[in-house]
Nanobody, 123 residues
Framework: EVQLVESGGGLVQAGGSLRLSCAAS????????IGWFRQAPGKEREGISC????????LQSDSVKGRFTISTDNGKNTVYLQMNSLKPEDTAVYYC????????????????WGQGTQVTVSS
C-alpha cells in the first residue's frame, strides 16, 4: 500500500524558513515522480514543486521559484521541500503526492496523496 506522510509544518514569521518532509512507504522513490501541492483557504489546490527522483529534474511554479527547493533522499525514501523567504500568501495546507507521469505537476497527474501539513506564515 502506497503511503505518504508529511511533517515539518508549523507557524513561522514572514521571511523565515521551514523544511517539509514526505516519508514514502509501500514503494521506493527510485525512478518515481513526487510533487508538493498546496491549498490555501478558499482557493484550489495547486502544484508548486515536483521532482523526478531518477535524474533530479524539477518543475517549479512561478510563485515559489527561487524561494523553495525540492529534493529527495532515496536512501531514506523521503522527499523534502525547503521553503525560504516565506510570505503570508504561502499560508496553506501542504500535500505530498506521488505522480503517475513525468514531466508533470498538476492535480490530474496525482496517483496518491498524503494527509497534508499546515503551514502558517504570519506578517
Amino acid at each position: 500500500e502506497v503511503q505518504l506522510v508529511e511533517s515539518g509544518g508549523g507557524l513561522v514569521q514572514a521571511g523565515g524558513s521551514l523544511r517539509l518532509s514526505c516519508a514514502a512507504s509501500g514503494f521506493t522513490l527510485d525512478y518515481y515522480a513526487i510533487g508538493w501541492f498546496r491549498q490555501a483557504p478558499g482557493k484550489e489546490r495547486e502544484g508548486i514543486s515536483c521532482i523526478y527522483s531518477g535524474d533530479g529534474r524539477t518543475l517549479q511554479s512561478d510563485s515559489v521559484k527561487g524561494r523553495f527547493t525540492i529534493s529527495t533522499d532515496n536512501g531514506k525514501n523521503t522527499v523534502y521541500l525547503q521553503m525560504n523567504s516565506l510570505k503570508p500568501e504561502d499560508t496553506a495546507v501542504y500535500y505530498c503526492a506521488a505522480l503517475d507521469r513525468w514531466p508533470a505537476c498538476s492535480l490530474g497527474d496525482v496517483g496518491s496523496w498524503g494527509q497534508g501539513t499546515q503551514v502558517t506564515v504570519s506578517s
